[in-house]
């Protein structure tokens, strides 16, 4: 007979494991890749292949050669920030070049410098995008202009997002329901709620997020949006707009709810998500930028650990 | 349904050994009966070597308050008194027996019939209790009657009879359902009395639908009986939870379930009182459940206390599979592992649990992604990822501020922990260090 | 232009000037007292912060040191006599006499890895195994392998042997702080005086079991026969509960015990010759080190004073 096993209780395991969390993300994302691969082409397709192919390059190097430690690119985590990053700039022919820098600083910076999975204060993705916004700030926001579905053709015309669009003082010309299905301009993955939601929903079943970020963070957003829109509904944006485009929906479901770097009982999650989408619709009408979604969850994540210090859970009995 | 409000997993239930009825496993040509078979001090031995002894006659007495009296499981002669490996190896004061024969003590009722008439006063039950040996078979093995006699001051309200068996794979408390359920509710009102509370509440969980139904017809014929349906939830069947569960009290941090009126004991317990009682049988029997997803038979058996491993083996699925990972004694959630066969099994143990060779390794471990599972997991409100890291970096005082010692062991944390972090064990090893630092203190 | 510099300079300055004051106040407010000679006690020490003089660091001893006003009771491994006379010069006090000492396996390597009785799966800490089960090897009072001793040593003198699982102790870097002592739930590790020339004789078992539950368990447990008792020509052996033991404060290192030990759970370390009558096997020790080891001066300690006897 073999030699017994000798180990505390619990003696089972559920079957979750990290890399199948991680995986279930990916899927989660692959609606609005596929969205995003309708709408702007085989562009899209090749940057995103791209910022996943160097992210899981660099996570490898980085391990074999720098740390020396086991790899664990298998995990999906790589592929994760590598979607992410792609889904969060434009799909135009420059970025095939642009987002492996991206993919350097978001697996570099972002994540192995503070010893890799699990480690990262900050969503490495977001670590990548904002360094992209700030060092290619003209590549970064020329939006390729959504026309027909599945173009072939790698010079498309370019325009402005319905928030850019809005920030320069005209309208945002489009409607809701392209907005909500995604027939805009905007950032690869972002354009379209619709699969985002669905996305989303597989993952709330799954029970990898829960609704508290997600839920404050839009609610905060549109409530806070809709007292600025009855205040004057010239200057400011409609709040069911305002939560459909730009990267509310891509940053509420998969990035503010990014297990490392958000908090984690439910009531630090619900301050977290009302922080994002406080923070976002600042940024958004007094900032600089047109959008602020990257940096507010860029910030919130700072205080992430301050976070869970205050917001304990409930204890049995006290 | 009722269950309790925080935390909780639910494993996959395994209750294989469901339909097989309790049998007798034939009493060894040698025993060898532990001193400590319960929470606290050993007992001390009161026969010596070469004494005759019959079934069911003291062997070792309780001398301390923390402790239960030991009677021998056969007759036969004393042959040593000697420590012996325990079924984890550690070395145990035991009386080693050669059995002879099979004689009873002439008090012992041994006829089929059922008793339910009981005339005894509360404390004569509590003291009967101290006599008979009998410990709670919930796992703990806590002496029963200090269990049952209240302190000063405070007052019992609710008597609860934990029959979740909430974890997976053990059956041996629904074959005594199914089985002795009249036995058993006779037991219960019998503690009922020794409490002196209206209503006892029987808590079965909802994946047991027959015991339940047996139960509830059984309980009609008693008065203050109530059969409590709960919901499936690891860990339903643990003191706290339970009491959650079944009256929506919370026991506080540090105190003990009779400081919001309830005490808790095991089905079990309630079966072992009536035969204690009732019988004047003392606690020298355990109902077992020999189990495991690759064994080619399922068993619940009725085995005297201090027969080992490898004869309980031997005479139900006859050897151990050769692909055998782990063998454990009690549940997957909370039993413990066993090194040695050749142990004798001891009071309070409820299975003979075999894994096979791939189920029973754990996965490497990963790194950590916060993820709350644990915490969302915890049944207390704790935070084992928290925990896990303290420990590790040594920071005893900080552990301790963060209420480590209201941790259960439950396992849940471990359990759900996508990363496979050994958070239960470093818990422990936390809770030990506690304990430690809070000993060098005084 | 001009102007602006000069406003520039002249906001911060006053900004400067304005925190200057309010530093100093509170300097002034929240002055800490404390004995310079705290300091230069402090700086004698090795500053390793190992724990091993019971104190939470070097500091702590250091201000123990001065408050106290001697050496009594406070002893600094690691630094040995010379910093102990120093110390005691700095305090104007007597110095602390005691042998160099080293820290002891007491259990012998016999359980290699296919001697194993289970497969231990859960957390590597011996303190935690423990509570689990009896171990690996199967003996309820010998190593159970999980290197708490290697990670409580701060001068890496002690490693596992990934062969025997049990842990092997560097001389020339042990401090004899007692770290390891204190972090063994068996209590295996023990301080033993480093000997003359660094040769000891110990018995490395700590089984308390009867001699042939003992055997049983390892095939080098002492089982308690007393054969080593009887020859010892100065009493330093007595044997209690099955177990041998060595007093080291008495024991001349004539090594008549180690050929009598019908377990060989007797070792000296470091002579250069086997013990006679028997052979006894040769010790990692006594094979891996030159016998000028003595003369190696180690890297975290001052030169040991010429071993007394």
């Known amino acids: 007979m073999n030699l017994l096993n000798i180990s505390g209780s619990p003696h089972v395991h559920s079957d979750e494991s990290t890399k199948k969390i991680m995986w279930r993300v990916n899927l989660a994302l692959v609606p609005a890749l596929l969205v995003a691969i309708a709408y702007f082409g085989l562009n899209a397709l090749l940057v995103s292949l ?12 980085i391990e074999k050669f720098i740390l020396k430690v086991p790899t664990t690119v298998g995990d999906g985590s790589a592929v994760i920030t590598g979607l992410l990053l792609a889904f969060n700039v434009p799909s135009t022919v420059d970025m095939m070049w642009i987002v492996v820098i991206g993919a350097l600083v978001a697996m570099g910076i972002g994540k192995m410098a503070f010893g890799g999975l699990g480690k990262n204060p900050f969503n490495p993705a977001l670590v990548g995008r904002v360094f992209l916004l700030i060092s ?80 404050s963070f839009i609610g905060t957003a549109l409530i806070f949006s809709a007292i600025l829109w009855l205040v004057n509904p010239e200057q400011y944006m409609d709040p069911l707009m305002t939560i459909f485009t730009g990267g509310i929906m891509l940053g509420a479901c998969f990035m503010a709810t990014d297990m490392v770097t958000s908090p984690m009982s439910k009531s630090g999650q619900l301050i977290f998500g009302f922080g994002c989408g406080l923070l976002t619709i600042i940024i958004r009408n007094w900032g600089a930028y047109p959008e602020g979604v990257s940096f507010a969850i860029l910030l919130m994540n700072s205080v992430t650990p301050l976070i869970n210090r205050w917001c304990k859970p409930a204890r049995f009995a006290n | 349904m009722k269950t309790f409000k925080m935390g909780g997993v639910h494993p996959e239930e395994n209750k294989i050994s469901n339909d097989a009825a309790i049998q007798v496993v034939p009493v060894s040509a040698q025993m060898v009966v532990l001193m400590n078979q319960h929470l606290g001090a050993p007992a001390t031995p009161v026969v010596q070597k070469g004494d005759k002894v019959k079934v ?103 008597l609860i009879i934990n029959a979740a068996e909430c974890e997976p794979y053990l059956t041996s408390d629904y074959r005594v359902m199914m089985e002795h359920a009249e036995e058993v509710c006779i037991g219960v009102s019998i503690l009922r009395k020794a409490l002196g509370v209206p209503n006892a509440y029987i808590g079965i969980e909802s994946n047991k639908p027959q015991a339940i139904a047996k139960m509830q017809e059984m309980a009609r014929q008693f008065e203050g009986i109530v059969i409590e349906p709960l919901k499936v939830k690891y860990p339903q069947g643990a003191e706290k939870q339970l009491i959650n569960a079944v009256t929506g009290r919370k026991v506080p941090s540090g105190k003990l379930p009779i400081d919001v009126g309830c005490v808790v004991s095991n089905l079990g317990t309630a079966f072992a009182v009536y035969e204690a009682i009732q019988k004047n049988k003392p606690l020298i029997e355990n109902i077992l459940t020999v189990t495991g997803k690759k064994l080619p038979t399922q068993h619940n058996c009725l085995v005297r206390i201090g027969t080992t491993y490898n004869d309980i083996i031997k005479h139900t699925i006859g050897e ?78 900080e552990v301790q501020q963060n209420n480590i010692l209201d941790c259960i062991e439950c396992g849940c944390c471990f359990f759900s922990c996508p990363a496979n972090k050994p958070l239960t064990d470093e818990i422990r090893l936390g809770k030990n260090r506690v304990r430690a630092m809070m000993a060098a203190k005084k | 232009m001009t102007q602006q510099i000069l406003i520039a300079v002249i906001v911060l300055g006053l900004i400067g000037a304005f925190f200057a004051v309010v530093l100093y106040f509170v300097a002034q407010k929240f002055k800490v007292v404390e004995d310079p000679l705290i300091d230069e006690v402090a700086e004698v020490l090795p500053g390793a912060n190992c724990g091993g003089c019971g104190k939470a660091g070097c500091r702590a001893f250091a201000e123990a040191c001065v408050a106290q006003g001697n050496m009594d009771g406070l002893r600094c491994a690691p630094g040995g006599e010379p910093v102990a006379a120093k110390i005691a010069e700095l305090l104007g006090c007597a110095v602390m006499q005691g042998d160099p000492q080293v820290a002891v396996v007491r259990c012998n390597p016999s359980f290699c890895g296919d001697k194993r009785r289970a497969n231990y799966d859960g957390l590597t800490s011996c303190s935690f195994a423990a509570t689990v089960f009896v171990g690996e090897s199967g003996c309820a009072f010998g190593c159970l392998g999980c290197g708490d001793c290697v990670a409580a040593c701060q001068f890496d003198a002690i490693r596992m042997n ?138 975290a300690v001052p030169q040991p004073e010429p071993a007394k006897a």
Not at chain 1, 145 to 170: C, H, Q, R, W, Y
Request: proline share 8%; aromatic share 6%.
């Open chain 1, 50 to 61: 791209i910022a996943v192919a160097s992210c899981v390059l660099f996570q490898w190097l």
């Open chain 1, 136 to 215: 290619f700030p003209v590549q970064m926001t020329t939006w390729p202009v959504v026309d027909g579905i599945f173009p072939m053709n790698f010079d498309v015309a370019t325009g402005a997002t319905p928030l850019g669009a809005f920030k320069e003082g005209s309208l945002p010309g489009v409607t809701l329901m392209d907005a909500f299905l995604g027939h805009m301009g905007g950032s690869l993955g972002e354009v379209s709620a619709l699969a985002i939601l669905l996305g989303a929903c597989y993952l709330l079943w799954k029970k990898i997020i829960t609704w508290h970020i997600p839920v």
């Open chain 2, 320 to 397: 151990l599979p050769a692909t055998t990972g782990k063998v454990i004694s009690g549940g997957t959630m909370m039993g413990k592992a066993v090194v040695n066969l050749d142990a004798p099994t001891v009071k309070g143990n409820s299975s003979v649990l075999v894994m096979d060779g791939d189920e029973a390794r754990r996965n490497p471990e990963m790194a950590c992604i916060r993820c709350g599972k644990c915490m969302n997991a915890c049944p207390m409100g704790l935070e084992p990822y928290l925990f896990s890291a303290l420990v590790k970096a040594g920071r005893t005082e």
């Open chain 2, 56 to 158: 069911g006659q003291l062997i070792g007495e309780a001398q301390t308050f923390m402790c239960a009296n030991v009677h021998s499981p056969v007759s036969g002669t004393v042959l040593k008194i000697e420590p012996v490996k325990d079924a984890f190896g550690l070395l145990k004061p035991a009386v080693h027996i050669t059995v002879e024969g099979d004689e009873w003590m002439d008090t012992i009722d041994r006829t089929p019939d059922i008793k339910r008439q009981c005339d005894l006063e509360p404390a004569a039950i509590v003291s009967k209790l101290k006599e008979m040996g009998i410990v709670g078979l919930g796992g703990a093995t806590f002496p029963a009657h200090i269990k049952y006699s209240v302190p000063e001051g405070k007052k019992a309200e609710y």
């Open chain 3, 162 to 299: 990934p062969q025997t699982h049990t842990p092997e102790v560097d001389e020339a870097k042990c401090t004899a702080c007692g770290a390891c002592v204190k972090a063994c739930p068996r209590r295996i590790i023990e301080l033993r005086n480093k000997g003359r020339n660094n040769r000891r004789v110990f018995v490395s078992c700590v089984n308390k079991e009867k001699g042939a539950a003992a055997r049983k368990t390892c095939e080098n447990a002492c089982i308690g026969c007393s054969k080593c008792e009887k020859v010892c020509p100065v009493s330093a052996i007595t044997v209690a509960d099955s177990l041998s033991y060595i007093d080291f404060t008495k024991c001349i290192a004539c090594r008549k015990c180690v050929p009598e030990c019908p377990t060989k759970a007797i070792r000296d370390v470091n002579f250069p010759t086997p013990a006679k009558k028997a052979e006894p096997k040769p010790t990692p020790e006594a094979l891996g080190e030159p016998k000028t080891e003595l003369k190696v001066e180690p890297v």
